[in-house]
């Protein structure tokens, strides 16, 4: 998390999106830095038929959509408001100006991206060779990591069925199938949530 203060200080605004916005569009060119201030924002991927594949939920303090930025390409997946959000904007060049006069803000990035990298890493490895419990049970410890919390302290996990099938790779009858499995073998908690 950039400090916000320092983001507005180098020239972002704030831009308020309604839930269900489009805040980028895939293909189109990354020319900013973007971090939530409120809500929640997915960066996501539809097929043909309208399935969506999320690449990642991002909330407040949590910035997004960077690599492309970096790179100078285009959007490889569209960042969509999850919830009504504020967002903060910062133009590309401004940023890179902010990243060399603060080497701690460097290393934010490298740690955020380096967490990414790991995440999309293990569920790449989830989605080609593992059953859906297994996915759901990776998915939910990596967010539990994540999160701080200790193994032995039971997670509640914030995700939507569905926002769950959309990470995984799966159909949302199959998350609930295999939420229902897990349950049935002790290895999670269910009721409106989830708890591992």
Known sequence: MVDYELLIASGAVVRTFAKGAFIVKEGSIAKFFFQVVSGEVKMVNTGENGQEFIQGIFTAGQSFAEPPMFLQMKYPASAVAITDCEVVVLEKSRFIELLRANFDVQ??????????????????????????????????????????????????????????????????????????????????????????
């Open 107 to 196: 290393l934010q990035l490298v740690e955020t991206l380096s967490q990414r990298l790991y995440f999309k890493s293990v569920m790449a490895r989830e989605i080609s060779l593992y059953d859906a419990g297994h996915r759901i049970i990776t998915l939910i410890d990596f967010l539990k990591e994540r999160d701080g919390f200790l193994k032995e302290v039971l997670y509640p996990v914030t995700l939507t069925r569905q926002q769950i099938a959309d990470l995984t790779g799966l159909r949302v009858e199959t998350v609930i199938r295999a939420i229902r499995f897990l349950a049935d073998k002790e290895l999670v908690q269910k009721g409106r949530k989830i708890y591992r």
